[in-house]
């Protein structure tokens, strides 16, 4: 069998290469010097999506890098002055109108479609039927931009020339050099679907980024879609990382301009919304704020959420609401749109240290340093339920509650003992992990892999254990920090935990 890349097939490869390590600079120069242009997006579903939505900000920044049409350029910015001037951002819409590139082109070629436009942006009113031709709408003209772009674009999975050169080392290992087989194939066709990892314990440090004692980070979270991770810390900045370099992202325009998001005290919590767009944390002196990842914009602020420290959040599955939880012993709902809260559960005894929306979201699961779990009525806000463990650490407070990926009426309970257990939604305990270890190694933190195989607890001994959750045994530990862990992550798709600390560190780990 004959491998066969073109030439400007293996200069895409390595083109892709440079911008998933962000290496912009050496990128645009192999671009200028080939004339190769790189037109990949990080998944055209997505890249679609927020066209058809409007997310103008997400698309902009997509698009910078990439070579397209000029027609295709006119038509989008178009767009995007045209519904800047209908929700009266007028200063926005002049920027574009007049210092773009595609738009002074527009100037030169055709002079009445600018026109229309300078007369859009004079006008104090927004009439549709005088900014779309007949027959035409806003609607129907993100669609025909969708379609122009997904002409353009294409998708590159992750790591695509390191797992092509895996292959050709493998298959070196394994065979005499030059010797291929017939039966033995390397796929080089740019497929949409992502590898997935077979789940696998961490042995080994994998990288590390360093914060400092007084900066150490409170929080943080892997995106939904893999892409970044996210760290929120006591010097109140919430910072975006690629985890492979273990660097911070500068393919964020705004965080290679050295400016980040932050909050005005520590960083406790924070979380996604499902499409990774949103990000909400929440901070030490009871605020919370909402996020564009992509621009760096805070799009909702809700400044009297909590008398005191936030200490969870999750958004509910339509992305319209957030809960979030308190020092202040209540779990409260708030509404995005209006910035309002809508509702309060009162009824733990001291601080509620967990809190998310069940699967179909007609429950609420919380847990609390009081030692219980409650299972609450989304609707009415009662709690229907009030789970305490009957074992000998029964009053141990209870640090987090996660529902489990691949069956929604369980979720794991991690207390401050030595014991981890699965419950159901009628507080019986189907499964118990437990480390054996005295009772001064307590639990801090837990996580569980995508599919649920392994369940991940970090004890006050630094100590990570990994349980299996077919068998309940104990799989594997890993001393992986010097002083108190505060919390642990786990990547949607691959084998991949990070770890953080009061020692100032974060650690990532693989097997």
């Not at 704020?289 to 959040?313: M, N, Y």
């Not at 209006?338 to 609420?364: M, P, R, W, Y």
């Amino acid at each position: 069998m004959a491998v066969e890349l073109e030439p400007t097939d293996v200069i895409r490869l390595i083109m892709q290469y440079l911008k998933e390590n962000n290496l912009y600079r050496t990128l645009t120069t192999l671009q200028e010097e080939t004339t190769v242009s790189l037109n990949t997006v990080q998944s055209i579903e997505s890249f679609l999506e927020d066209i058809n939505r409007g997310h103008w900000d997400s698309v902009l920044l997509a698009i910078e890098s990439l070579k397209l049409p000029d027609n295709t350029l006119i038509d989008l910015y178009e767009q995007v002055v045209m519904e800047l001037i209908e929700m009266r951002e007028v200063g926005a819409a002049r920027s574009l109108l007049r210092q773009t590139d595609p738009m002074i082109v527009l100037k030169q070629t055709q002079p009445e479609r600018f026109s229309h436009l300078e007369k859009l942006l004079t006008c104090p009113y927004f009439d549709p039927r005088e900014a779309y031709p007949k027959g035409s709408s806003k609607e129907k003209r993100r669609r025909a931009i969708a379609e122009a772009l997904a002409r353009e674009v294409s998708v590159v999975p992750p790591s695509r020339l390191i797992g092509l050169l895996e292959q050709v080392s493998y298959v070196k290992r394994q065979i005499t050099p030059g010797c291929l087989t017939p039966e033995m194939t390397i796929d080089t066709s740019e497929s949409k679907e992502q590898r997935v990892e077979k789940e696998s314990f961490p042995t080994q440090l994998y990288r590390h980024i360093k914060f400092g004692r007084r900066s150490h980070v409170e929080c943080a979270r892997f995106s939904p879609n893999g892409k970044y991770l996210i760290t929120g810390s006591m010097d109140g900045f919430v910072k975006v990382w690629n985890f492979n370099s273990g660097k911070i992202c500068k393919d964020l325009k705004y965080q290679a301009q050295e400016s980040f998001m932050m909050m005005d005290d520590a960083v406790l919590c924070m979380c996604f919304s499902q499409d990774s767009d949103l990000l909400a944390t929440g901070a030490q002196n009871g605020k919370i704020k909402v996020w564009k990842i992509q621009s760096g914009l805070c799009v909702r602020r809700f400044e009297h959420a909590h008398d005191k420290g936030v200490t969870c959040l999750s958004f509910s599955k339509d992305n319209d609401q957030i809960l979030s939880a308190s020092f202040d012993q209540t779990i409260r709902v708030h509404e995005l749109r209006s910035g309002k809260t809508l509702k309060e559960l009162s009824g733990h005894s001291s601080f509620v240290n967990d809190a998310c929306f069940t699967q179909d979201g007609f429950h609420i699961i919380s847990a609390s340093f009081d030692g219980t779990v409650k299972i609450w009525s989304t609707k009415s806000c009662e709690c229907v339920h009030t789970f305490k463990s009957q074992s000998v650490t029964s009053d141990a407070p209870v640090n987090s509650v996660i529902p489990l990926p691949q069956n929604p009426e369980e979720f794991v309970v991690c207390k401050r003992s030595n014991t981890a257990v699965i419950m159901n939604m009628h507080g019986q305990t189907v499964k118990t992990f437990c480390s054996e270890q005295p009772e001064g190694a307590g639990f801090v933190c837990c996580a569980v892999s995508p599919h649920g195989e392994r369940i991940y607890c970090v004890g006050e001994d630094c100590v990570l254990y990994c349980f299996n959750y077919t068998t309940g045994r104990l799989e594997k530990t890993l001393t992986v920090h010097e002083k108190g862990v505060i919390g642990i992550a786990h990547h949607p798709h691959e084998s991949l935990v990070a770890t953080y600390s009061e020692d100032g560190l974060l650690r990532l780990w693989k097997p």
